[in-house]
């Protein structure tokens, strides 16, 4: 069973280092692929190896590029991909 999750995420924050306030961009893939012996059981994998993520965000612990996901034993699961950048003043009316 493949389950393909992918979302692009821009969050924003201003930074006003080296030339006035820019925008900080995050864009965010995320692809998971497992077997099991039930839907159910599946769904708590997948949950639990999607509950890392955001967590290791808030420490920093990813740069740019892929990353393993995996299961509370270590087994690769899928991956994640980050791409950090910085671009354009912050518009308020941007959606």
């Known amino acids: 069973m493949i389950t393909p999750i ?4 821009r969050l924003s ?4 280092l080296s030339g006035g306030p820019r925008t900080q961009y995050i864009h965010c893939d ?10 159910r059981v599946l769904s708590g994998w997948t ?6 993520i955001p967590d290791k965000l808030e420490r920093d612990e990813f740069q740019d ?5 995996t299961d509370s034993y270590g087994k ?3 991956s994640v991909y980050f791409d950090f950048s910085e671009g354009h003043q ?3 009316n941007e959606s």
């Open 6 to 9: 992918g979302f692009g995420s």
């Open 13 to 16: 924050r201003e930074n006003t």
């Open 30 to 39: 995320i692809e998971i692929e497992c077997a099991g012996p039930t839907q």
């Open 47 to 52: 949950a639990r190896a999607l509950r890392q």
């Open 65 to 69: 590029g892929h990353h393993d996901v």
């Open 76 to 78: 690769k699961l899928g």
């Open 90 to 92: 912050y518009d308020d």
